[in-house]
């Protein structure tokens, strides 16, 4: 195989699975990858097995047989029509039914993903990243289409807007919800233009503050969020997907206490009192008043230090002193934002929500608070507490002295004027809202995109580190290179696998 076969082809791979042992003896990891496998036969998924880097396995799988994944796919589709999500039934015959709606690669993709993870009970594997007898399987992935990316690119370089046809494409080729981001970005992005058009104009004749503009904006918001949901609706009917919702899967960790029978149907549904699913959801309040008063009392906190040094101090140092608001914040607010987003996950566990849609909803919800604090709350410090109440509030700003004590050189440095002398300062709040809307959006972009490289590079650091150490307390001295055994038709496509595997999941 030429070098440049490692890009061009998948080499007939459905998705990879990783299977991580560097931590766990040897005999109970060979009896946990002989039930990966047994269980991904099972389901009608052909492997085939090649080395990873540091003590893993990559697990090659593709669909033993397309007439499988013909009965799958046709299978999906009657289950849709049943709950209502497509308008007609499918034909009786599988190829007619195929021949007249061609399976695309999204909905291949999406069958395979199901028959690796979903319960055995609904005929899939039962397979689950990190959990139970599966914690070695560390995850499961499609690979790039790397040519097709390339071709995307070009395309969409020598155009401005997506057209239906474009997100069609999307659709068929990495499903509904990846589909659902580029048109509702492309719409978000295409609205912003006349409140951004409006606010130039705004700023250039009528002057800071205008009731006009926010008249306008609050106007346009509403306008927006109504075409959308008119969008949506039209792309869930264009893409066959309108109720979709309906079809859950249910979800591995979800403890039942009733068994009950479908008195139309006769399916057993496992099921847990509503009474007491609503007991645990009520946990969200107490867990909201305490985001509040945490990620409230950091950002208080750090106000009242930046209106102190930059307001009132008047010693040393004050151009740098004016930075340690900062520095708190971008220190403490990390961790106390991912202790808060580890609370919101496990009490969203302790619900014990019966489908995976429903969990990652209330998981959502949750992390929407922290976020909403963390991003509004300066903003509304300042423009509902320092500009009307400033004046009344700086008398007791000196607690915040003790920040900078160890550099005044005097008592007066630190002394708050009266309210009567103090002014506030108006152009504060216009200087928040452009950070929010500027500067916050380059940071958010940084950890988007900088922290998660910076971050797979470290991990990448500690996994080569613990397979070495768990080389040396085997067999020891330094593990040969990965690659050294990899068959020459095979070695740049592997290295490409192995690359791809330190990627962080897509969410």
Same mark, same amino acid.
Request: charged fraction near 20%; include cysteine.
């Given at each position: 195989?030429?070098?440049?076969?490692?890009?061009?082809?998948?080499?007939?791979?459905?998705?990879?699975?990783?299977f991580?042992?560097?931590?766990?003896?040897?005999?109970?990891?060979?009896?946990?990858?002989?039930?990966?496998?047994?269980?991904?036969?099972?389901v009608?998924?052909?492997?085939?097995?090649?080395?990873?880097?540091?003590?893993?396995?990559?697990?090659?799988?593709?669909?033993?047989?397309?007439?499988?994944?013909f009965?799958?796919?046709?299978?999906?589709?009657?289950? =849709?029509?049943?709950?209502?999500?497509?308008?007609?039934?499918?034909?009786?015959?599988?190829?007619?039914?195929? =021949?007249?709606?061609?399976?695309?690669?999204?909905?291949?993709?999406?069958?395979?993903?199901?028959?690796?993870?979903?319960?055995?009970?609904?005929?899939?594997?039962?397979i #689950?990243?990190?959990?139970?007898?599966?914690?070695?399987?560390?995850?499961?992935?499609?690979?790039?289409?790397?040519?097709?990316?390339?071709?995307?690119?070009?395309?969409?370089?020598?155009?401005?807007?997506?057209?239906?046809?474009?997100?069609?494409?999307?659709r068929?080729?990495?499903?509904e919800?990846?589909?659902?981001?580029?048109?509702?970005?492309?719409?978000?992005?295409?609205?912003?233009?006349? @409140?951004?058009?409006?606010?130039?104009?705004?700023?250039?004749?009528?002057?800071?503050?205008?009731?006009?503009?926010?008249?306008?904006?609050?106007?346009?918001?509403?306008?927006?969020?109504?075409?959308?949901?008119?969008?949506?609706?039209?792309?869930?009917?264009?893409?066959?997907?309108?109720?979709?919702?309906?079809?859950?899967?249910?979800?591995?960790?979800?403890?039942?206490?009733?068994?009950?029978?479908?008195?139309?149907?006769?399916?057993?549904?496992?099921?847990?009192?509503?009474?007491?699913?609503?007991?645990?959801?009520?946990?969200?309040?107490?867990?909201?008043?305490?985001?509040?008063?945490?990620?409230?009392?950091?950002?208080?906190?750090?106000?009242?230090?930046?209106?102190?040094?930059?307001?009132?101090?008047?010693?040393?140092?004050?151009?740098?002193?004016?930075?340690?608001?900062?520095?708190?914040?971008?220190?403490?607010?990390?961790?106390?934002?991912?202790?808060?987003?580890?609370?919101?996950?496990?009490?969203?566990?302790?619900?014990?929500?019966?489908?995976?849609?429903?969990?990652?909803?209330?998981v959502?919800?949750?992390?929407?608070?922290?976020?909403?604090?963390?991003?509004?709350?300066?903003?509304?410090?300042?423009?509902?507490?320092?500009?009307?109440?400033?004046?009344?509030?700086?008398?007791?700003?000196?607690?915040?002295?003790? #920040?900078?004590?160890?550099?005044?050189?005097?008592?007066?440095?630190?002394?708050?004027?009266?309210?009567?002398?103090?002014?506030?300062?108006?152009?504060?709040?216009?200087?928040q809202?452009?950070?929010?809307?500027?500067?916050?959006?380059?940071?958010?972009?940084?950890?988007?995109?900088?922290?998660?490289?910076?971050?797979?590079?470290?991990?990448?650091?500690?996994?080569?580190?613990?397979?070495?150490?768990?080389?040396a307390?085997?067999?020891?001295?330094? @593990? @040969?290179?990965?690659?050294l055994?990899?068959?020459?038709e095979?070695?740049?496509?592997?290295?490409?696998?192995?690359?791809?595997?330190?990627?962080?999941?897509?969410?």
């Amino acid at each position: 195989m030429a070098k440049s076969q490692g890009i061009l082809t998948n080499m007939g791979v459905d998705y990879v699975i990783v299977f991580r042992f560097a931590t766990t003896d040897r005999p109970k990891a060979e009896q946990r990858f002989e039930n990966l496998i047994q269980a991904l036969a099972g389901v009608g998924l052909a492997t085939e097995v090649r080395n990873g880097d540091n003590h893993s396995l990559l697990v090659f799988v593709k669909v033993a047989s397309e007439e499988h994944i013909f009965g799958e796919v046709y299978r999906s589709r009657v289950k =849709d029509w049943m709950y209502g999500v497509r308008a007609a039934a499918p034909s009786k015959e599988v190829r007619q039914s195929l =021949d007249g709606e061609p399976m695309n690669e999204s909905e291949r993709l999406r069958i395979i993903h199901q028959l690796i993870t979903n319960p055995t009970s609904e005929g899939g594997a039962g397979i #689950t990243p990190k959990k139970g007898q599966w914690e070695n399987v560390e995850s499961v992935f499609a690979l790039h289409d790397h040519v097709y990316n390339k071709a995307w690119i070009k395309k969409w370089s020598t155009q401005y807007l997506l057209t239906p046809e474009d997100l069609d494409e999307i659709r068929n080729r990495l499903g509904e919800k990846v589909a659902y981001y580029f048109a509702f970005t492309q719409a978000y992005f295409t609205f912003l233009t006349a @409140p951004a058009a409006f606010g130039l104009a705004a700023w250039a004749l009528l002057g800071s503050f205008s009731p006009l503009y926010a008249i306008f904006a609050s106007i346009w918001c509403v306008v927006f969020v109504e075409y959308w949901k008119h969008q949506e609706t039209d792309l869930a009917v264009r893409w066959n997907v309108r109720g979709v919702s309906k079809i859950n899967t249910k979800r591995h960790e979800f403890a039942h206490e009733k068994v009950v029978t479908d008195p139309v149907t006769g399916e057993e549904a496992h099921i847990i009192p509503a009474t007491k699913r609503l007991q645990r959801q009520l946990l969200q309040v107490p867990f909201a008043l305490v985001a509040a008063l945490l990620l409230g009392a950091l950002i208080s906190t750090a106000f009242g230090i930046e209106i102190f040094i930059s307001e009132i101090y008047n010693g040393p140092f004050k151009s740098v002193l004016v930075f340690l608001p900062t520095v708190i914040l971008t220190t403490c607010m990390p961790i106390l934002s991912g202790a808060l987003t580890t609370l919101a996950t496990r009490l969203s566990d302790y619900e014990n929500h019966s489908t995976n849609a429903a969990h990652e909803k209330a998981v959502t919800q949750k992390i929407f608070v922290i976020n909403f604090i963390t991003s509004y709350l300066p903003i509304f410090l300042t423009a509902f507490v320092y500009v009307p109440f400033g004046t009344v509030l700086v008398p007791y700003l000196d607690v915040f002295s003790l #920040t900078v004590r160890p550099f005044a050189e005097n008592e007066k440095q630190l002394q708050t004027p009266a309210s009567a002398k103090f002014s506030i300062n108006p152009s504060r709040l216009r200087k928040q809202v452009i950070y929010f809307t500027v500067t916050a959006q380059i940071v958010g972009f940084a950890m988007e995109v900088v922290v998660p490289y910076l971050k797979r590079q470290g991990f990448l650091k500690y996994r080569e580190m613990q397979s070495s150490r768990a080389h040396a307390a085997s067999a020891g001295g330094a @593990p @040969p290179p990965t690659s050294l055994t990899d068959e020459p038709e095979e070695k740049d496509f592997l290295a490409r696998v192995r690359s791809e595997t330190e990627l962080d999941i897509y969410d």
